[in-house]
């Protein structure tokens, strides 16, 4: 916004100590010369008719230079204390403004660390460091994830280029295989789209809320995947309460399904269980997705919310994922205002809690 210039916060700091200090002996000396003025009367002396009092004019001409002396004092005395003082107090804040002018133009690695007690200017200072390092820290990963994006979009326009350039230097290749092929990659692309303009649009919370209730949803998703479970040998269990909330049915159904999902495909081969549990409590509703499965570091299962992170067994099993699955979680839930933990259990596996807030009476 281009303003026109004004004086200094400093400045007017400077001014209205000076005014504060000035007016109250502005104030005591009228007070006195008014005093003077009115009860410094004339005092005769009848036998020798002579005054043994002098008068009030006499003792203001007498009084004025010294608080014309006494005034000039306290407003040099004013403006140059108070210049000081505002600077010192302003200091703090000098800082702060040269830290987000280094972080305007995107420099986000630096930090105030103003030294000192507690008062508003550290407190401004302390927030402001804390938002510089939530910045970066977004940044990076946005970075990251626009990296890993590239990278697994060039994949299969690779493999369909190299399909492609095979099949136009063999004119004797199968026809119907390189289809194939072609569209099982063509499919995993557009898989990839979908999952992230659903990352998108989840993050930009451009949805309507409604009623939602986490059980039916969990329920659902169970039913649409007990064929990948009985596939692969896991048995699922669900149980809980009715948990209701509000939000995107298709997000949280998105959710839901995507936590089932990649309980069952990271999962004991042939013997493995998942536990989907439901809870209602005071001001939240908890969905809690358990597996058995491989053991996790506390270090690696941080790690699963970012963007096409793969575990080991992601990487070499059949069922590889675009490795978004849990970030859409991640996304989904921060955009209904919850909390996602991940958590190793104590054998094997992950136990993964989404906590929502739990639908209000205003709300239904």
Wanted: proline share 6%; glycine share 6%; net charge neutral.
């Amino acid at each position: 916004m281009d303003r026109a210039p004004g004086p200094s916060v400093r400045l007017k700091l400077t001014l209205s100590y000076t005014g504060f200090l000035i007016l109250p002996a502005v104030l005591v000396l009228a007070a006195l010369a008014a005093f003077l003025l009115r009860y410094q009367e004339l005092a005769w002396d009848n036998e020798a008719g002579v005054i043994i009092a002098p008068p009030g004019r006499f003792l203001l001409r007498s009084f004025a230079p010294a608080a014309a002396t006494v005034m000039t004092f306290l407003l040099v005395f004013g403006l140059v204390g108070g210049w000081i003082l505002a600077g010192r107090m302003l200091a703090p804040l000098t800082r702060i403004m040269d830290a987000t002018r280094t972080a305007a133009p995107g420099s986000l690695s630096h930090r105030i660390r103003l030294p000192g007690r507690r008062d508003e200017f550290r407190e401004l200072a302390d927030a402001f460091d804390a938002m510089l390092a939530l910045l970066e820290a977004h940044v990076a990963e946005q970075r990251r994830f626009a990296a890993n994006a590239s990278h697994e979009l060039r994949t299969p326009l690779a493999i369909s280029k190299t399909l492609l350039d095979v099949a136009g230097t063999d004119p004797h290749h199968d026809t119907g295989e390189v289809i194939d092929r072609l569209r099982a990659v063509n499919a995993r692309a557009i898989d990839l789209t979908e999952a992230l303009l659903l990352l998108s649009r989840a993050d930009q919370r451009s949805f309507t809320r409604e009623p939602v209730d986490l059980s039916l949803l969990a329920e659902e998703a169970t039913e649409t995947l007990l064929p990948l479970a009985e596939k692969h040998g896991v048995t699922i269990e669900t149980r809980g309460d009715v948990t209701p909330t509000s939000g995107s049915p298709a997000l949280l159904q998105q959710l839901t399904t995507n936590l089932v999902h990649n309980a069952i495909v990271h999962n004991l081969p042939g013997q493995g269980m998942v536990w989907v549990t439901t809870s209602a409590h005071p001001g939240s509703v908890i969905l809690t997705v358990e597996n058995t499965g491989e053991k996790l570091t506390p270090q690696l299962v941080s790690t699963l919310t970012e963007p096409f992170q793969r575990s080991t067994e992601r990487i070499h099993g059949d069922q590889a994922g675009l490795g978004l699955g849990l970030a859409i979680v991640a996304t989904i839930t921060r955009a209904h205002d919850g909390t996602l933990t991940l958590t190793p259990r104590d054998t094997s596996g992950l136990r993964i809690t989404v906590q929502l807030p739990a639908r209000t009476h205003s709300q239904s």
